[in-house]
């Protein structure tokens, strides 16, 4: 899977079980452990605990800031991931992460996209800052 929305994340939009302008909405990185080669890429998955009872650490940011939604396009600011913040990761590479709905719990937080490509993806974890810069362009985040 490449950038982009997973069904249930579409679904929930839909049926308004997700509200971009008021829900939290984190992001998620997983990191796998050596042995493990797959990732988050399950584009049926509809919970984070679907995408994280492999072997591996999921790790959450704060919620998105500045978040707005105009003609169907999700943008938020830019999230930068602080030094220390993957401690104990050195030399684990990122490279992919989901948004979701985050409500306290891996079973009932809703996926809603996964990034696999982007500006400074992959990102070899060594302790410095990471910033996640959404994309500038017509969809920016996303468009419904």
């Given at each position: 899977m490449s950038n982009g929305l997973y069904n249930f994340g579409r679904e929930g939009f839909l049926d308004g079980s997700i509200d971009w302008d008021t829900d939290d909405?984190?992001?998620g990185f997983y990191?796998?452990?050596i042995l493990y080669s797959?990732?988050?890429t399950e584009t049926n998955a509809k919970f984070v605990d679907?995408?994280?009872a492999?072997?591996?650490v999921f790790r959450l940011t704060t919620h998105l800031s500045g978040k707005t939604k105009i003609d169907g396009v999700a943008d938020a600011n830019d999230v930068?991931?602080?030094s220390g913040f993957f401690a104990?990761?050195?030399g684990f590479s990122l490279g992919e992460f989901v948004l979701m709905k985050w409500t306290g719990s891996g079973a009932s937080s809703r996926l809603i996209a996964h990034f696999d490509a982007g500006v400074g993806l992959p990102?070899?974890?060594n302790q410095g800052i990471f910033t996640i810069v959404w994309p500038d362009s017509s969809s920016k985040i996303f468009k419904l």
């Open positions: 909405i984190d992001i990191i796998p452990s797959g990732g988050i679907e995408i994280t492999v072997d591996g930068t991931i602080p104990g990761f050195d990102w070899v974890i």
